[in-house]
C-alpha cells in the first residue's frame, strides 16, 4: 500500500521558499540534547532540498510552551546541532511572535539551497487551535509546504494542517512516506505470520488498537499493566496490580473476539511481583516471579515472568511481520526492565520486519543498542498508535493527492 500524496519527488522547489514542517521535539536537558533521532530521521527531506536548490524554511514545534515565549523551550540548540549534522550553516530566526519582522528579514535574505529555522511553532497560541492568523503567517513565508512532520500528524495544527489552506502546493516529505509505508504495510499488508505486541500501562489508552490490531494480525501479545485487566477478565485475583475495572468487560470482548476470529492472543502465564510500586521509580526491589492465576492479593505485577518471556520470544521467532509498542513492565526500573528486554532482543534477533511503534518501546530499543537491527522505528509514539487504529491522520490527509 503506497501512501497517495504528492511527495517532494513529485516537485520542483528550485528557487521557492519552501516551508518544511518537521518534527523537531527532542528531549532537552540542561540545554543539550540527549536524543537525536529525530533530527536524523529528518536529514534526507532536507538535503533533497537543498540539492533541489529551494530556500529551505524549517519549522517544529518544541515541547509544551502553551502560547508563549519560554527560553527553555526555544528550537535554538537544534539550529546548533541540525548545522553540525547537515555541515552547513542553519541560521536560528529568533522571533517571539515565530514569524514576526526577524524571521520575515531571515527569509528575505535567503539564497538558494540555504536552511532557516524558525523559533518553537508553539510559542504561538493559535498553533495547537488550528487558528487562522498564524496558518497565514505560516504561508506567507512560502511558495511550497512540506509536511515531513510524522509525530504531530495526528494532530491538526497551524503548522501542519492549517497552512496547506493558504498555499497552493502541499506535499509529504521522506520521513512522512517512509512512517507510513512501514505502518501502512504492516497492517495492510504483512508478510504473515503478523505478531503485534502491545503494553504499556492502560488498556483503556489502547482500546481501538486492540480492536483494529486483533482483525489484521495474526497473534496479539499483551505485555505491561494493561495484561492485569486481562488477567483479571479471565477471573484471576491479580492482587494490588494496575487494573481498569471499567474495561474488564472490553477485555473479556476481545478475548471471545479473539476466539471468534480464530486469532492467538497471548496473555502473561508468568508475571514478576512484588509488594508495592517502586519508589523512586528505579529504586532497589526485591521481587519474585509467580504464575499469573497465583498473585498473591497484596501483592503487585511490574513485569511480565521468565516463562512469559519465552513464551513471546517463541512467537516473535515464528513471525515474518512484528509490530509493538508499549514496554512490559516498569522498564524505568532494571529489576523490571527484564520482560521488554527479552521482547527488544526476540525482535534484534529476527530476520522478520520488525517494527517500533515509537515512544517508550523506541527508547528501550534505542538504549539496548538495539536500533540498527530493527526494520523501522517510528518517530512518533501517539501518531503511530493512531495509525494502528486505522484512524486517517489529518497531517498527511492535509497534503496534495497524487
Ligand atoms: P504507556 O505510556 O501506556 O506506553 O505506558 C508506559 C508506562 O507503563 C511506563 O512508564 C511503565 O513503567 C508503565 N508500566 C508498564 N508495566 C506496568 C505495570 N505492570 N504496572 C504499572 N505500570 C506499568
Known amino acids: ?196 505486541i502491545l503494553g504499556g500501562a492502560k488498556v483503556a489508552d489502547k482500546l481501538n488498537v486492540i480492536s483494529n490490531l486483533l482483525e489484521k494480525c495474526d497473534t496479539l501479545i499483551i505485555g505491561g499493566g494493561m495484561a492485569y485487566t486481562f488477567l483479571k477478565a479471565k477471573g484471576y485475583e491479580v492482587g494490588t496490580s494496575l487494573v481498569d475495572d471499567e474495561k474488564i468487560a472490553y477485555c473479556k470482548e476481545m478475548m471471545e473476539k479473539a476466539e471468534k476470529l480464530g486469532k492467538q492472543l497471548l496473555l502473561p502465564v508468568d508475571t514478576t511481583i512484588a509488594a508495592e510500586f517502586p519508589s523512586p521509580i528505579d529504586a532497589e526491589i526485591e521481587v519474585c516471579v509467580v504464575p499469573s492465576n497465583e498473585i498473591p492479593a497484596d501483592k503487585m505485577g511490574l513485569d511480565i515472568g521468565t516463562k512469559t518471556a519465552e513464551l513471546y520470544a517463541d512467537a516473535v521467532k515464528s513471525a515474518k511481520t512484528v509490530v509493538w509498542n508499549g514496554p512490559m513492565g516498569v522498564f524505568e526500573n532494571p529489576i523490571l526492565a527484564k520482560g521488554t528486554i527479552a521482547v527488544a532482543k526476540s525482535l534484534a534477533e529476527t530476520d522478520a520486519t520488525t517494527i517500533i511503534g515509537g515512544g517508550d518501546s523506541a527508547a528501550a530499543v534505542n538504549q539496548l543498542g538495539f536500533g540498527d537491527k530493527m526494520s523501522h522505528i517510528s518517530t512518533g509514539g501517539g501518531a503511530s498508535l493512531e495509525f494502528l487504529e486505522g484512524k486517517e491522520l489529518p497531517g498527511v490527509a492535509a497534503a496534495n493527492d497524487k
Do not use: W
Open 1 to 196: 500500500m503506497g501512501l497517495n500524496k504528492k511527495s517532494v519527488d513529485d516537485i520542483n522547489v528550485k528557487g521557492l521558499r519552501t516551508l518544511v514542517r518537521c518534527d523537531f521535539n527532542v528531549p532537552l536537558k540542561d540545554g543539550k540534547i540527549t536524543d537525536e533521532n529525530r533530527l536524523v530521521a529528518a536529514l534526507p527531506t532536507i538535503k533533497k532540498l537543498i540539492a533541489d536548490g529551494g530556500k529551505v524554511i524549517l519549522c517544529s514545534h518544541l515541547g509544551k510552551p502553551k502560547g508563549e515565549p519560554k527560553p527553555e523551550l526555544s528550537l535554538a540548540p537544534v539550529a546548533v546541532r541540525l548545522s553540525e549534522l547537515l555541515g552547513q550553516e542553519v541560521k536560528f530566526a529568533a522571533d517571539p511572535e515565530v514569524v514576526g519582522p526577524n524571521a520575515k528579514a531571515a527569509v528575505e535574505a535567503m539564497k538558494d539551497g540555504e536552511v532557516v529555522l524558525l523559533e518553537n511553532t508553539r510559542y504561538r497560541a493559535e498553533e495547537t487551535k488550528n487558528g487562522e492568523a498564524f496558518s497565514k503567517d505560516l504561508a506567507s513565508l512560502a511558495d511550497v509546504f512540506v509536511n515531513d512532520a510524522f509525530g504531530t500528524a495526528h494532530r491538526a495544527h497551524c503548522s501542519n494542517v492549517g497552512v496547506t489552506q493558504y498555499v497552493d502546493t502541499a506535499v509529504v516529505g521522506y520521513l512522512m512516506q517512509k512512517e507510513i509505508d512501514f505502518l501502512g504495510n504492516a497492517v495492510e499488508n504483512p508478510v504473515r505470520p503478523f505478531v503485534a
